[in-house]
Structure formats: structure tokens, C-alpha cells
């Protein structure tokens, strides 16, 4: 398992996990999955996700130029013809590709600037008839600005009333910091009297005094949200002053604000307003962890106005965060595989989560021995399993080759 046991058997009925141990007993007529040698991994779980603009690429035109501008662009042109229906098709298919490499949890941004909220009743469906195979946690983003768009708020309000589950925001889009701090205070007393979770895309931008993050965490700890509040992209912390920095870490862990980063995007989108050097823009990261904050990392986007790549697959994206962070010793090559699992799991709240007695039988069985072999390999989902029951299944991979003059097996050169 990832967190370094073997040898361990596990005993599922019921849709949960019953024993865990050596040498279990096998109950009479029990299916037996025989998985020596393989990583069993509690299920990948997406902290950050935008399933409304998701394999809408080519529509209505590809982004040629592949920055954020021209992406901001097209999302407008796309908009006024979104329908409903094309909506829920496009977030189903991403949630059949999501299942298939074992991606079992979404936490998804939900855009409300629409005040017909399309979106928000189109993922709404989704999210009820995707239940049985993914757990989808719906945010409500402002995406023009809280204060920058009049109907904003109240559009917000409304998604809350019909059930989207977070609250989101976008403090360094408003039009002024000011307006950025007072998004944050509103957003984050609405959280507090409904009981919600808090979750904005904050500081965004290669603007070292983006600092929006510092007005996020003085709310949490106000409010007594702690362990319920984060702060999605965090880029800005990558050109800020290192002073700075080392004054605002220890407050986001007193207030234990999670940190989402975001790597494929990141490493794509931010550093652009740059000659050389170029920064890479993603947020600290091992600085983060050291300093005791939980930290995920998302995959953002997937084929959609701002990104023509991805392909739901988790694995890739601790990937490229591990390179980006230059996270790799042993222990942080690991972290980066809990990034895509545990610590996304811990700040969506999912209670039922993980490899232990009394929780749900939900984990992937990859073709790899382990965590760094499994991000290495981006592996083969083998098996996905959800309360118990095989959602995909996937044949070991394997090339034939044929190259004369070489011997006949060459498996040693593809897996190791
Ligand atoms: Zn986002």
C-alpha cells in the first residue's frame, strides 16, 4: 500500500472493508483478487476540477495561441451556446474516463456568473446520477468576480439553496485589492452561517503582492473555520518575498488552511509575462508540507478553452508536480503520490476514505510496486473497485516486440 505496508490482506463485505491483516481467513464462496507484488492505493480523488468547460475543446474553435487570455476568450464565446444537455453528456464522459483510471473523487468549480446557472443544474444532475460510481463535490465559482459582476452573489446564493456543496471565489479578479479582501470577508461569513466549506481560486498570478491567501486565513481563523478553507492555486507565493513567506506559512497552518496547486496548468499558464528567466509559477510546495499545511494538487483542466491536453489521469499530474517542485527524494516522490490521493481526500472531508477497517471497499490496483513506480509508469489501472464492486478493469500492459537479434523477453526493459 502507499503508505508502506505489506503482505496484507484485505477482507471486503458488504461495500466495506471488514479485516485487514495477514493470513486472513477466505469466507466460504469469496472472490479471491490475487495482488502480490502490485500497489493497492486507495482510490485518486481530484481536488480541483472545472467539470463545465471539460472536452468542450474545438468548440467553438481551438485556442490557437494556448494562453489564458485567448482561453478567457473563448470560454465567453462558448457560453451563450452552452446547452444543458450537451453539458451533462460532456461531464458523464469525463466521469467515464475518471472512473477508468481509478480518479473515484471530483471536487469541481461550478461556474455561477450565468444567471440562467445552466452549469450549476446541468453538474447538479450529474453529481446525483454519477453517485454510485464517484463521489462529485460541486464549488460555486464566481468566475467574472464576486463584486466585478452584479448578479454574482445572488446567483451564488442561489446555487447553495439548490445544493452545490463549497464556496468559492476569486478575490485577485475583482477589480481592486480592496474589493479582492472584501469578496473574501462576505464569501467566507456566508460559509461560516451555512456551514460550508470554503474553497477559492486565490492569488492566480505572478503579482508578488497578489496576498489575498493572508486576508483568506485571518477569516478562517475569525470564523472557526479551521481544517475547512482553501486556498486553490496559490501561485503569487511562487514571486513573493521569501520574508514574507516565512511570516504567512505558520499562520496557514495555525488556521490549517489547505493548499491546492495545480501543476499541468500552472507550469503552463503562469510565467508568461516573462522574458528569461522564466519563473515556473506554481505555488511552494515542499515549503508548504514542511511547514505542516495539507497540500493536493488538481488537475484543473482537461480539453477545455484553456488546456487541449489531459486525459483525467492523476498520475500525470503528480508527475509534473513532482518535477516542478524538484520534489525528488524518496520521501517526496511519495508525498507527491498523497497528493493525488489522501491529501485531496482529507480537505473535500471525505470520511469514508482510505485503507483501513470500517471504511468504504473503494481502491485501485496498480501495475506498479510502488508509489514512485506507480507515478514513474503513470501505471495501469488493473482493477478500479468501488463499495466492493469492479467498476474497470484494465489487461496488463505489455508490448510484443520483435527486434532481431535481441532475446524474445524484453518485459525488464518495459517495467523496470
Ligand atoms: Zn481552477
Given amino acids: 500500500m502507499p503508505d508502506g505496508r505489506t503482505g496484507q490482506d484485505l477482507r471486503i463485505a458488504s461495500g466495506r472493508i471488514e479485516a485487514i491483516g495477514t493470513q486472513l ?17 486507495p482510490p485518486f480523488v481530484d ?32 457560453k451563450p451556446l452552452l446547452t444543458q444537455e450537451a453539458l451533462v ?35 447538479l444532475h450529474v453529481k446525483d446520477r454519477i453517485k454510485p460510481y464517484l463521489d462529485l463535490q460541486l464549488v460555486a465559482f ?4 464576486l463584486l466585478r459582476t452584479p448578479s454574482a452573489l445572488a446567483n451564488l446564493k442561489r446555487a447553495l439553496d439548490r445544493g452545490v456543496d463549497v464556496v468559492g471565489g476569486i478575490p485577485h479578479f475583482e477589480l481592486t485589492m480592496e474589493d479582492g479582501a472584501e469578496s473574501v470577508r462576505i464569501l467566507c461569513e456566508l460559509a461560516a452561517e451555512r456551514g460550508l466549506r470554503v474553497d477559492m481560486h486565490c492569488d492566480e498570478s505572478d503579482d508578488p503582492m497578489s496576498r489575498h491567501i493572508e486576508t483568506l486565513t485571518f477569516h478562517t481563523q475569525r470564523l472557526g473555520l479551521h481544517g475547512r478553507v482553501t486556498g486553490s492555486h496559490l501561485t503569487s507565493m511562487h514571486s513573493m518575498d521569501n520574508y514574507y513567506v516565512s511570516k504567512l ?3 496557514m497552518r495555525e488556521a490549517q488552511v489547505h493548499a491546492i496547486a495545480n501543476p499541468l496548468i500552472n507550469i503552463t499558464l503562469q510565467g508568461r509575462h516573462d522574458t528569461y528567466p522564466k519563473r515556473r509559477g506554481m505555488t511552494r510546495v515542499p515549503e508548504l508540507m514542511a511547514a505542516g499545511i495539507n497540500v493536493a494538487f488538481g488537475h ?5 478553452p484553456w488546456y487541449s491536453l489531459g486525459s483525467g489521469d492523476m498520475l500525470e499530474v503528480a508527475h509534473m ?6 520534489m525528488t527524494s524518496q520521501s517526496q516522490m511519495r508525498a507527491c503520490f498523497d497528493a493525488v490521493t489522501v491529501n485531496s481526500a482529507r480537505l473535500m472531508g471525505l470520511d469514508t476514505y482510505g485503507l ?47 527486434m532481431p537479434g535481441r532475446p524474445a523477453s524484453v518485459d525488464w526493459m518495459i517495467r523496470h
Wanted: aromatic residues 4%.
Fill in 89 to 123: 453528456e460532456r461531464a458523464l464522459q469525463y466521469c467515464d474516463w475518471a472512473v477508468a483510471k481509478g480518479l473515484l473523487a471530483i471536487r469541481t468549480h461550478v461556474d455561477v456568473c450565468d444567471d440562467r446557472l445552466l452549469a450549476v443544474e446541468a453538474l
Fill in 300 to 304: 484543473d483542466c482537461v480539453m477545455d
Fill in 356 to 402: 483501513e477497517v470500517g471504511k468504504s471497499a473503494d481502491f485501485v490496483l496498480l501495475q506498479a510496486r510502488d508509489p514512485v513506480e506507480a507515478i514513474r509508469l503513470r501505471a495501469t489501472r488493473l482493477l478500479v473497485v468501488r463499495r466492493g464492486q469492479v467498476l474497470a478493469r484494465c489487461a496488463p500492459g505489455e508490448a510484443a516486440l520483435s
Fill in 47 to 78: 481536488a480541483h476540477f472545472h467539470m463545465d468547460a471539460t472536452l468542450s475543446h474545438g468548440l467553438p474553435r481551438i485556442n490557437q495561441s494556448g494562453t489564458l487570455l485567448e482561453g478567457i476568450a473563448l470560454w465567453g464565446e462558448l
Fill in 249 to 251: 506559512l505558520p499562520l
Fill in 142 to 145: 464566481p468566475q467574472d468576480g
Fill in 321 to 326: 508536480g513532482l518535477h516542478v517542485a524538484q
Fill in 25 to 41: 481467513p477466505v469466507p466460504e464462496g469469496a472472490q479471491v483478487i490475487d495482488a502480490r507484488g502490485l500497489l493497492l492505493s
